[in-house]
């Protein structure tokens, strides 16, 4: 509870201000919590920011994990596993939409190498060393990310299937170039 209450407010922090701004004792006072229990778990907001973003990203590789079971993505699956991702991502907007607007580019790039990983290199990617093959990789895989930020920016308005619809169709796209 108190990793909770902790994190609660490094994220109203950063929601108002850039990270070198933020203090611990600020991140204490709103959470109320004493500065040495703060201390038990880390040792300034960089280090807290660092650690909830890797519990970010290792608490979504357990939901998909949990989807796919022992199954790598294949082109089937490709909705499937998109709607499994923006519906946790869904749950936890707030804190996504957060680090992601306060300019967090270590979870931009945790999210597109995960994106890399468990949807579009299962689904397309065979020969990595083929550059062409590699730009239109990167090219699919950031344009996807862009539509999930832009989906976070903008409220989460678009329903959840739609979504991994309109992205689905985009990584599909791979098949065709």
């Not at 994190?7 to 991140?27: H, M, Q």
């Not at 939409?97 to 999210?111: A, M, N, P, S, T």
Request: net charge negative.
């Amino acid at each position: 509870m108190t990793k909770i209450l902790l994190n609660d407010a490094l994220l109203d922090a950063l929601s108002k201000k850039p990270l070198p701004r933020i203090t611990v004792k600020e991140i204490c006072g709103q959470a109320d919590v004493n500065r040495s229990t703060y201390y038990m778990y880390y040792t300034d907001p960089y280090d807290q920011l660092r650690k909830l973003e890797a519990e970010l990203m290792g608490d979504l590789q357990d939901f998909i994990a949990g989807i796919l079971g022992e199954n790598q993505t294949d082109s089937g699956q490709l909705l499937f596993v998109l709607k499994g991702v923006l519906e946790y991502i869904h749950s936890k907007q707030r804190m996504f939409r957060v680090l992601l607007e306060c300019g967090d580019f270590h979870l931009q790039k945790d999210i597109l190498c995960f994106f890399a990983e468990k949807v579009v290199q299962p689904h397309k990617l065979t020969d990595i060393e083929d550059s062409g093959l590699l730009q239109k990789y990167i090219f699919v895989s950031n344009g996807s990310f862009g539509m999930l930020y832009y989906w976070l920016i903008s409220g989460c308005r678009e329903d959840v299937e739609a979504l991994a619809r309109e992205i689905s169709s985009f990584i599909r796209m791979l098949d065709g170039m």
